[in-house]
């Protein structure tokens, strides 16, 4: 049988195609050295003497119905006397230390990415272990790296990847949503981390940073990037809010339980996601419900009343409206009565200006949110993640557009 082509499929740097046996599911390539070539130095390219020549092996690519694919070829040990050292010369397509050629590691790191660990790993006829040293190997080696030096807004956010209390920090580019720094636990050091890589020129550079009101970011920034700008992110705000209606709604079921009337605490109990549900989202039974219960209770009345104008003040698509605005709820909110809203406004006032940098900069962590749910399918996809660098480097890749995200092979 006359194949043709083999040659160009089979075509290593140095070496040339001898013989390739095939049968049903196995196929074996044989290489030689190309004569016509000079054996040289890898390490100063001048000409050197062979000492030593083995013959390796490689896998390679699935070859039709053959899942299997083995390339022999030679590898030479050299002496090189213009730099006096020693070294293996073997082709530039093959990984010599995984003994497996470049395009298949690149073909296992594109599966992947779009499946997950496992089912890569049994459409490659490997383990899981192996195909994650692969992928790491072609991730590290390939994925660009991250431009600090144009950096403008980040956005920063604590996100859960385990039981417990397993988070880690993380810090996104605001302008293209690529990640940037990913590091365990959610204290002040844990995001200093990522200032201590940056240079203060780049540090200059950044003019806003999109943060949660809580916790240990904002002291950290506010120390290491004290010109730039502190942005309140508005749906983080408003889910603190939630959390304050959602106090009341609890008080209220206290109070009522108290008194004995069952009948009233399961009604109340039963109304917390139509309380923080927003209007056009509730059926018309939900909202029914709802109606009842805002109007024999005034207290919740006030804070329902409350936090649908909040949505609404923190909507605004000018400057000064919207601070105008925020003024105006957080005085509504004081005269309320309602000691968990007038402690929630009291330190809003404190912080107006990070609050209305939200419309000045058109900065919110919405995208940071979406790349979360992202998190959570990658960590699924993979059954969990133990290597924290591997989880970065697979994060990292996700947040790249499509074209950079694994290399083309040209093999």
């Known amino acids: 049988m006359n194949v043709r082509g083999l040659n160009r499929l089979f075509k290593f740097d140095g070496y040339c195609l001898e013989e390739a046996i095939f049968s049903v599911d196995l196929v074996q390539v044989r290489l030689g050295r190309d004569g016509r070539r000079r054996v040289r130095c890898p390490h100063c390219g001048a000409r050197a003497r062979p000492e030593i020549t083995v013959t390796r092996t490689a896998r390679d690519l699935a070859f039709g119905p053959a899942i299997h694919v083995l390339i022999f070829y030679p590898a030479l040990r050299v002496f090189c006397g213009a730099c006096a050292r020693g070294g293996w010369i073997t082709p530039r397509e093959i990984d010599s230390r995984r003994q497996v050629t470049q395009r298949l590691l690149h073909w296992a790191a594109r599966l992947a990415r779009d499946l997950p660990l496992s089912q890569a790993a049994d459409l490659l006829s490997i383990c899981d272990t192996r195909l994650r040293r692969w992928d790491r190997a072609v991730l590290t080696a390939h994925l660009p790296a991250a431009d600090l030096d144009n950096l403008r807004t980040l956005m920063v956010d604590e996100k859960a990847i385990g039981r417990g209390h397993a988070y880690v920090t993380i810090v996104l580019n605001g302008q293209t949503g690529e990640l940037l720094h990913l590091h365990a636990g959610r204290k002040k ?37 004290p010109d730039a700008e502190i942005v309140f992110d508005k749906f983080h705000l408003v889910r603190n809010f939630n959390d304050v209606v959602d106090a009341i709604r609890r008080d209220e079921w206290n109070k009522v339980r108290k008194a004995k009337d069952t009948v009233g605490a399961k009604f109340i ?34 804070a329902y009343v409350l936090l649908e104008d909040f949505r609404d003040t923190l909507s605004p698509r000018y400057i000064g409206y919207a601070a105008y605005a925020l003024k105006t709820w957080i005085a509504t909110a004081m005269d309320s009565g309602l000691d968990a809203v007038r402690r929630f406004a009291a330190r809003l006032k ?22 979360n749910n992202l998190i959570a399918r990658i960590i699924h996809r993979g059954c969990g993640y133990r290597d924290e660098s591997y989880l970065f480097l697979k994060l990292r890749q996700a947040s790249l557009p499509r074209e950079l995200q694994v290399p083309v092979s040209q093999k």
């Open 269 to 302: 109990k039963g109304q917390r996601y139509n309380l923080l549900r927003r209007p056009e989202n509730n059926s018309a039974r939900q909202q029914a419900r709802l109606d009842e219960l805002l109007a024999i209770n005034e207290p919740l009345s006030k």
């Open 350 to 371: 404190d912080r107006l200006r990070e609050v209305v940098n939200a419309i000045r900069f058109r900065l919110n962590n919405g995208r940071l949110e979406g790349f």
């Open 189 to 225: 050091e844990s995001l200093k981390a990522f200032f201590d890589t940056l240079t203060d020129a780049q540090k200059a550079g950044i003019q806003a940073v999109c943060v949660d009101r809580l916790g240990a970011y904002v002291a950290c920034i506010e120390e290491e990037l």
